[in-house]
């Protein structure tokens, strides 16, 4: 088994708009999307952001989305360039090996690519899916959510719920994504109703936690600094946030050779290379 770490882009902010007193000093940070190597096809964990994302952001209901990914996040993203398909192209894969995907969460940054992989099986919380079904049309952008990118005819998505029989860790209820306890997904709601995070054990013994947007930065879980209050209101996040971080942190504090990756974490990359390097 083999995991690439690959970014759809760039976003640069002052760190204290993502984290409540965490200064203003700027840094640059990812849109994270995990590639893993099975011996039986390929196995994405979140697409990203996705080669259409500038005709989705183009109807006036999502102006406040490409707001936040122009202005506060200054997202930099060559669709041609970055889009996870092209990505693959150039270590050597074509979309059509992505056999599964993990989508920790709705959000647009997160779920952009989902049309870029027609062939592919989707796994998404049914909590999440549920809730955006439901929004009206002028909520999705105020929580970040833009329905055409999977709301498509024909992408096969599997809804999943976690099972209250089988706890994980300091977690009540799990999903075994391929019942060996290779990929083991968790609830983590707050950042949004349905995300959920992934524990992931390889051959070798190495073992990753990625957790999505549960925080942002590596001050939000490691010093326990709430996110700031423009964040939690541009995407609406709920009370349940707290406590989702406090069961991260309470992974990370018990568990210290479990590596806890967020998807907008700015150490990456420098903490871990990006592709073409791989680890096993």
Request: proline letters at 6%; aromatic letters at 14%; a neutral charge.
């Amino acid at each position: 088994m083999k995991i690439y770490f690959l970014s759809t882009g760039f976003g640069s902010v002052a760190k204290g708009l993502f984290v409540q007193g965490a200064g203003m000093k700027s840094v640059q940070f990812p849109v994270l999307s995990v590639l893993i190597e099975r011996d039986n096809g390929l196995v994405l964990f979140d697409t990203g952001i996705g080669t259409r994302i500038e005709e989705e952001m183009r109807p006036p209901i999502y102006w406040g989305n490409l707001f936040f990914h122009r202005f506060v996040m200054r997202t930099r993203f060559n669709p041609r360039h970055d889009a996870l398909i092209y990505q693959l192209q150039r270590l050597g894969f074509k979309p059509a090996d992505v056999r599964n995907v993990i989508i920790s969460h709705l959000h647009w940054d997160h779920a952009g690519g989902m049309r870029d992989f027609p062939h592919a099986h989707f796994f998404v919380s049914r909590r999440e899916w549920e809730f955006v079904s439901n929004l009206r049309l002028g909520q999705l952008f105020k929580n970040a959510f833009i329905k055409q990118q999977f709301h498509e005819q024909g992408l096969e998505i599997e809804l999943i719920e976690t099972d209250q029989r089988k706890p994980f860790k300091n977690f009540s209820a799990s999903y075994d994504l391929f019942g060996d306890g290779s990929m083991v997904l968790v609830d983590l709601p707050g950042h949004s109703p349905g995300l959920m995070g992934m524990c992931l054990t390889m051959p070798s013994g190495r073992r990753f936690f990625f957790s999505a947007d549960t925080f942002y930065f590596p001050e939000g879980l490691e010093q326990r600094m709430p996110k700031s209050k423009l964040m939690q209101t541009l995407v609406s996040e709920g009370p349940e946030v707290k406590a989702s971080i406090e069961q991260v942190y309470k992974l990370m504090r018990t568990e210290p050779d479990l590596e806890i990756v967020g998807s907008h974490d700015y150490r990456l990359p420098g903490r871990y290379d990006l592709a073409p390097k791989y680890y096993s």
